[in-house]
């Protein structure tokens, strides 16, 4: 199966603007810019409607990337913590001294809250 193209809004309103040249017919232009003139029709009819033209579909990759970098940092604490789960429950000396290795990457707030206890903020 054929992977779907993607065209940018520039390139749509150009190709829109080329269709209202006086003796330019939707599949001419089509075949020139190698669309097919449906598309070309849609995108021309998306321009006229009074909504944002051409706005895509979903959510920015900005955004999308922003999200996916949070949860992969709140995933990898909840990875560590696990692993460490059990240095946390033995003796005092070995809990401080893994709490002093790990001080600069994590603070109190990440720490997970045993069952039963409120956690302060």
């Known amino acids: 199966m ?3 193209r993607r065209f940018s809004a520039k390139f749509k309103r150009q190709a829109v603007e080329l269709t209202r040249r006086p003796q330019a017919s939707v599949s001419q232009v089509a075949q020139k ?3 097919n003139a449906n ?3 849609c ?3 998306e321009l006229t409607k009074p909504s944002k033209a051409f ?3 979903g959510v920015s990759r900005d955004e999308e990337l922003a999200s996916l970098r949070r ?3 709140r995933v ?3 990875r560590f913590f696990a692993r460490c789960g059990g240095v946390l429950r033995q003796g005092i000396v070995v809990k401080y001294a893994m709490i002093r290795h790990h001080r600069d990457q994590y603070t109190s707030a990440d720490l997970p809250v045993p069952e039963g206890l409120a956690q302060v903020t």
Do not use: F, I, N, P
């Open 55 to 57: 706005t895509g579909a």
């Open 43 to 45: 995108w021309r009819r």
């Open 33 to 35: 810019l190698g669309v």
């Open 71 to 73: 949860e992969l940092a």
């Open 39 to 41: 598309v070309l029709s």
């Open 76 to 78: 990898k604490k909840e």
């Open 2 to 4: 054929a992977k779907r």
